[in-house]
Structures are given as C-alpha cells and as structure tokens.
C-alpha cells in the first residue's frame, strides 16, 4: 500500500510515499496529508474469525489488510504497548450503559486519554523506522492539554527521538500541566508558552517555517517529525479499536454478527472520527457516524449544511477543552476520499484563503448518507454527567456531548457505541461542579470530592502528579523559543 496526496501532486514531491515516509515526513504537496491510495476491504470471514480475537489480535489483522511497509515483529513490538494499559487482556472495555446504548472506554492508558491509543504503539513504531534510517529526529509538538502529555510519554527515553513540547502557560489543567512539567527523560524538553493555544501552534508553525531554525537542525544532523492527528500512524492505531468495538457487542449479545450500529464520537481534529469512517468504507457494518461537538460547531454546520465556515467565528473556550477547534485538519482525508484531489485542492485553498467553502448538493448527500452532527452546550453537558452519575456511571465532559446525539439516533433503532476519550481524572473540577455544585476549585480539590462523593479511589498515576517534583520550570515569551529549542539540542 503507498499513500498520495490529498491536494494532488507538485511536481516536486514522490507521486506516492511508502508508509513510513508517510509517517516520518507528513507534509505533502501543496500543503496536503497523505491518505491511503485505497481503503482496504474485509473479506466476508473477517468479523466471524476474530470475533473471540483479543485486543492486539485484530489490531496485528487490521495491520496486515494494509500492506504497509512494516514487519510484522516491528509491529508487534508496537501493540505489545497495550499490555502496559490498565487491563492487558482488554486495553478498551466496552461497558453497557443501558439498552442499546455501551460506552467504549479509549482512556486506560498511561496518560488517561485516548490519545494513548494511538501514541502509545505510534512513539514505539517512530522511534524504530528513525534508528533502522540512523538518523535523529526532532518531534516539536504544540498541546492544548493531551496530546503534549501522551507525546512525552511515549517517547520518554526512545532512541534517536527528541520531543520539544510548547503548551500555553494556564492554557492547560493542573493534571495536564504537571503530566508534562514533571517529565525528566533527558530527550525532552517542555516549555510553557505566554498566551494561549493559538500562540503556541503559531510559535510552532513559525518555527517550521524559519530558515534559520531549519538550517541551524541541519547543521546539527536533526531532522522534524511530527506526531500531530494528521499523522496517517496515529489514525491507522485509532481504526484498530473501531473494530474491537463492534466485537465486543457481538461477545455481550448486544447484537449479532453483521447488525449495524451507530457510532458516537466527541470529535476536535476529526482524527478518531476519520477512524470510523475507514472502518465503515472497509466494512465494518456501521450505520452512521454521530459527530459531536461543544460551542464550537463548525463540524454540525459542515454536515448539516455543506459550509464549512471559520471566517464568521471566533473560538469559544468550553469544558471540553480537547474539542475547542476550528479547522479540523483530518476532515480533509475525507474530502479527499469522497470527492479526489483536484476538488480538495479547491476546497482547501478557498478555506486557508477566504475562511470558508461550500460543498455543492450531490456532495452535501454524500456527506450526510455516513455524517450525522449536532452539538451539546456547556450547561446540557453538566446535566448528561449529573444523570449518568446518578445513574452509577462517571464520565468526562468531551464524553458527555454524546448524549446530545444519542438522542438524535435514539429513534434509529441501532445499537449505540459511544466513544469515551478521557478519564475523569482529567478534568475534574467541571466533573465536581456537575455532581456536587462546588464550582471553581483547582484539581486536586477536586479530584479529593470527587472521589469522596463517588467513593472511588484517585488513581496512582495522577495521585503521584501532585507530590513530584517539576523538572520544566521554563515559561518563556514566544520570541525565545527557537533559542530555547537549539540550547535543549547541543
Ligand atoms: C483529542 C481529544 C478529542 C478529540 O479527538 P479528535 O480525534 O481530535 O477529533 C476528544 N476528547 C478528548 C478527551 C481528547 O483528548
């Protein structure tokens, strides 16, 4: 399987990159991702012969329907990660909910979000293809809150990686912040940014943009990578799970094998959402595909209208603060999938130029015979974890926005897979403030009322958080970061 360009081809760049150039190198032409040439199928026995396959099985088989330029040991040394989650035997549980509704918990890894998922074998998987090159990679990762805290983990430690991670100083949690800050491998380096998301993503484009950054790496034999959700290694670790699943209902008789279901994903950068909708093109027997989002809807426009509009927004701070995005840069492989590059190409160009597309009818169809969206408020997303609370199940605030399109497909009469992507553990003072009331404590108040009102044990891994010590103590003016950066690389 070799991957192309999602804005078509340059003439400077490969007509078509295996895999791991894919991963290692993500920009392609004119600004465009790489995407698979072709989804691949599931033949007709697939579902039946994993249906009693564990976890890492399906991911190894999923694996092997891509042909991708790996080897199965390399691979396999990469999903051995999962054994480290909080179950070996079953990194993902699915929990039932209720009738028709189970939850599939994608948070039991290291750093309680989903984001482990896939940067947990993703950091094991780079690590190997840059020592097999013999060259050392530099990874500069921008993070509103878990991705920075997945990245340092997964490659604390790893061989010829070295990450610089730039988060916005009280841009972040407590829990997140000190996931980072308290990080001391020698191959990272974090750094607190002075103003918000937005400034340290900007700071980080600028960075990649300079020639004086990029020539002083080169000097130095260092060579970018990223690790951000338009890497095609992360999506294809997210469409292992989409899998796992829909057989985990099957094991619960919650449906049988080949029934259709719906699928319920609180969606950012649309890179857990472009997962399920890979698995549906390769067979998996999916309904539709819920998008949910927080008070930033551009994704419920862009599938119940066809525009997809951020000129006429401003980005709107919310209690799913993974969600808080604009441009979801993975809706493009979609784009690309649907509708070819040259019209991607367009697409895109309208969007980065003007602020805003609009797909034509025939398009708008398309879209919505996969796509259904709708949004959840901040105050409905306080009332859905107070009632599954009181009905004995804890949830975070991103998970809860699918309840808003739960009952949207309520009437469909298919069984409903929700996608959990963080613990509560992660943003527990708005967790605290929907169960007990109390709004506007710091973490660990919270954390402690949670616990003590659900009687639930604060887990080590965040517990430990509060007691070590902070090794990156550096908040810096945008300005000295390239400075900052060079320093951490001699
Ligand atoms: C990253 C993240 C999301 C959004 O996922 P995307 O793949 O970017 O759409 C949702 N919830 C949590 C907790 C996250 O960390």
């Given at each position: 399987?070799?991957?192309?360009?999602?804005?078509?081809?340059?003439?400077s760049?490969?007509?078509?990159?295996?895999?791991?150039?894919?991963?290692?190198?993500?920009?392609?032409?004119?600004?465009?991702?790489?995407?698979?040439?072709?989804?691949?199928?599931?033949?007709?026995?697939?579902?039946?012969?994993?249906?009693?396959?564990?976890?890492?099985?399906?991911?190894?088989?999923?694996?092997?329907?891509?042909?991708?330029?790996?080897?199965?040991?390399?691979?396999?040394?990469?999903?051995?990660?999962?054994?480290?989650?909080?179950?070996?035997?079953?990194?993902?549980?699915?929990?039932?909910?209720?009738?028709?509704?189970?939850?599939?918990?994608?948070?039991?890894?290291?750093?309680?979000?989903?984001?482990?998922?896939?940067?947990?074998?993703?950091?094991?998987?780079?690590?190997?293809?840059?020592?097999?090159?013999?060259?050392?990679?530099?990874?500069?990762?921008?993070?509103?809150?878990?991705?920075?805290?997945?990245?340092?983990?997964?490659?604390?430690?790893?061989?010829?990686?070295r990450?610089?991670?730039?988060?916005?100083?009280?841009?972040?949690?407590?829990?997140?912040?000190?996931?980072?800050?308290?990080?001391?491998?020698?191959?990272?380096?974090?750094?607190?940014?002075?103003?918000?998301?937005?400034?340290?993503?900007?700071?980080?484009?600028?960075?990649?943009?300079?020639?004086?950054?990029?020539?002083?790496?080169?000097?130095?034999?260092?060579?970018?990578?990223?690790?951000?959700?338009?890497?095609?290694?992360?999506?294809?670790?997210?469409?292992?799970?989409?899998?796992?699943?829909?057989?985990?209902l099957?094991?619960?008789?919650?449906?049988?094998?080949?029934?259709?279901?719906?699928?319920?994903?609180?969606?950012?950068?649309?890179?857990?959402?472009?997962?399920?909708?890979?698995?549906?093109?390769?067979?998996?027997?999916?309904?539709?595909?819920?998008?949910?989002?927080?008070?930033?809807n551009?994704?419920?426009?862009?599938?119940?209208?066809?525009?997809?509009?951020?000129?006429?927004?401003?980005?709107?701070?919310?209690?799913?603060?993974?969600?808080?995005?604009?441009?979801?840069?993975?809706?493009?492989?979609?784009?690309?999938?649907?509708?070819?590059?040259?019209?991607?190409?367009?697409?895109?160009?309208?969007?980065?130029?003007?602020?805003?597309?609009?797909?034509?009818?025939?398009?708008?169809?398309?879209?919505?015979?996969?796509?259904?969206?709708?949004?959840?408020?901040?105050?409905?997303?306080?009332?859905?974890?107070?009632?599954?609370?009181?009905?004995?199940?804890?949830?975070?605030?991103?998970?809860?926005?699918?309840?808003?399109?739960?009952?949207m497909?309520?009437?469909?009469?298919?069984?409903?897979?929700?996608?959990?992507?963080?613990?509560?553990?992660?943003?527990a003072?708005?967790?605290?403030?929907?169960i007990?009331?109390?709004?506007?404590?710091g973490?660990?108040?919270?954390?402690?009322?949670?616990?003590?009102?659900?009687?639930?044990?604060?887990?080590?891994?965040?517990?430990?958080?509060?007691?070590?010590?902070?090794?990156h103590?550096?908040?810096?003016?945008?300005?000295?970061?390239?400075?900052e950066?060079?320093?951490?690389?001699?």
């Amino acid at each position: 399987m070799q991957f192309i360009e999602t804005r078509g081809n340059d003439g400077s760049h490969a007509e078509s990159v295996s895999f791991s150039n894919a991963i290692l190198s993500p920009v392609a032409s004119f600004g465009g991702i790489y995407s698979p040439e072709k989804t691949p199928l599931i033949d007709a026995e697939f579902l039946q012969q994993h249906q009693h396959s564990s976890y890492k099985t399906i991911a190894l088989a999923i694996f092997e329907l891509f042909a991708i330029d790996i080897d199965l040991p390399t691979m396999q040394s990469a999903v051995d990660l999962y054994d480290e989650f909080d179950d070996a035997d079953n990194p993902v549980p699915v929990i039932k909910l209720k009738e028709d509704i189970y939850i599939s918990e994608l948070y039991h890894g290291p750093t309680r979000a989903f984001k482990d998922m896939a940067l947990q074998p993703f950091g094991k998987l780079l690590s190997t293809l840059a020592q097999a090159n013999q060259k050392e990679y530099l990874i500069l990762a921008a993070t509103s809150g878990d991705t920075g805290p997945a990245a340092l983990d997964t490659f604390r430690n790893r061989d010829n990686i070295r990450v610089a991670c730039l988060y916005p100083d009280g841009g972040t949690s407590d829990v997140q912040r000190l996931q980072m800050v308290t990080e001391s491998a020698d191959n990272l380096k974090v750094i607190g940014i002075k103003g918000n998301f937005d400034d340290a993503q900007a700071a980080l484009k600028s960075l990649l943009a300079s020639p004086s950054f990029n020539q002083a790496l080169a000097d130095k034999g260092v060579a970018l990578s990223a690790a951000n959700s338009v890497n095609f290694g992360r999506i294809l670790f997210q469409i292992m799970y989409q899998f796992h699943s829909y057989l985990e209902l099957v094991r619960q008789d919650a449906i049988e094998l080949g029934d259709k279901v719906n699928l319920h994903i609180p969606s950012g950068n649309f890179g857990n959402a472009l997962s399920a909708y890979y698995a549906r093109q390769m067979g998996l027997p999916v309904e539709r595909i819920y998008i949910a989002s927080n008070a930033n809807n551009v994704l419920t426009d862009w599938i119940n209208t066809g525009r997809y509009d951020i000129a006429s927004r401003s980005l709107v701070i919310t209690n799913s603060p993974a969600m808080d995005i604009l441009k979801s840069s993975n809706v493009e492989r979609v784009l690309f999938d649907l509708f070819g590059a040259e019209r991607t190409h367009t697409l895109m160009r309208q969007l980065d130029e003007q602020g805003y597309y609009q797909l034509d009818e025939g398009e708008i169809a398309q879209i919505q015979a996969i796509f259904s969206a709708s949004f959840c408020s901040d105050k409905e997303g306080q009332t859905y974890i107070r009632s599954n609370y009181d009905n004995g199940y804890l949830m975070d605030p991103h998970t809860a926005t699918c309840f808003k399109s739960c009952e949207m497909s309520e009437a469909s009469g298919y069984v409903n897979i929700i996608y959990s992507t963080a613990e509560w553990t992660k943003f527990a003072p708005v967790i605290d403030a929907a169960i007990t009331g109390h709004a506007g404590r710091g973490d660990l108040e919270s954390l402690k009322s949670i616990a003590e009102t659900a009687n639930i044990e604060i887990p080590e891994m965040i517990r430990y958080l509060f007691d070590k010590p902070v090794c990156h103590p550096l908040i810096v003016e945008k300005g000295d970061i390239e400075s900052e950066i060079l320093a951490f690389l001699d």
